[in-house]
């Protein structure tokens, strides 16, 4: 069973598209993050989310929490944004606030 | 700012061996974390700590223990490695409150010959 599915799995784009990355979960949750992972395994946390929306530079996520579902969006792509992006959430209390983590949406962007 | 640093970024080792696997945090986090990641299964829960000398089980404890001495150090251990266990190892930290993100660590990418 998969708490957090991620669509779509790849994803390419050429520099300069507004990119779409879709996550829908399945438990209650606290909190819900992106994260995004380089080539040579790093992760950093993007966006740390509860309700609403949030804005840093050119990426943008979402969070709709009664439909359990949350969007990252990336305007004006560009090459360096080639990266795969995770999408994890905390569970609630009662499931020892673990955090769940989907397969990852592999995005390159072409020059 | 390093914030979470792994023993090793390659390991090779072989059948049979015993493996450890750091894991130093200087951030005075309560929760440490231990995954490992495989294409197309994406991140997968080890185990995990909540406070020195704490320990509980994830979703793929089996071939594996921890070990949690002191507080900003949670160790993975592998008693007697084998080839499935070949995998990208990240450990990862955060805060005791539900609201705080995860700062993982670089990675281990370990091979079982």
């Known amino acids: 069973k998969n708490e957090v599915e991620q669509s779509p799995q790849n994803l390419t784009a050429q520099e300069g598209e507004f990119i779409t990355i879709n996550c829908s979960y399945s438990?209650?949750?606290?909190?819900l993050h992106w994260l995004q992972q380089h080539p040579g395994g790093g992760i950093v946390s993007l966006f740390m989310?509860?309700?609403g929306k949030k804005k840093h530079g050119r990426l943008i996520a979402t969070i709709n929490i009664q439909e359990k579902h949350s969007s990252l969006h990336i305007t004006a792509s560009h090459p360096r944004d080639s990266a795969v992006y995770i999408c994890?959430?905390?569970?609630?209390?009662?499931?020892?606030?673990?955090?769940?983590f989907g397969t990852g949406t592999s995005l390159t962007v072409i020059p | 700012d390093v914030k979470v640093t792994q023993s090793s970024r390659y390991l090779v080792k072989r059948t049979g061996e015993k493996v450890f696997l750091e894991c130093v945090q200087d951030?005075?986090?309560?929760?440490m974390f231990w995954y490992r990641q495989d294409p197309g299964l994406g991140l997968r829960l080890i185990y995990f700590?909540?406070?020195?000398?704490?320990?509980e089980k994830g979703d793929i404890p089996e071939g594996y223990s921890v070990s949690r001495e002191k507080k900003e150090r949670f160790s993975l251990i592998l008693e007697s490695a084998s080839t499935n266990q070949t995998s990208m190892y990240l450990c990862?930290?955060?805060?005791?409150?539900?609201?705080?993100?995860?700062?993982f660590g670089p990675g281990t990418r370990l091979t079982v010959l």
């Open positions: 700590s909540y406070d020195v000398k704490m320990k």
């Open positions: 990862a930290s955060t805060h005791r409150s539900s609201y705080n993100e995860q700062f």
């Open positions: 989310l509860s309700s």
């Open positions: 438990v209650g949750i606290s909190a």
């Open positions: 951030m005075d986090h309560e929760n």
């Open positions: 994890a959430v905390r569970g609630r209390w009662y499931t020892g606030n673990q955090f769940y």
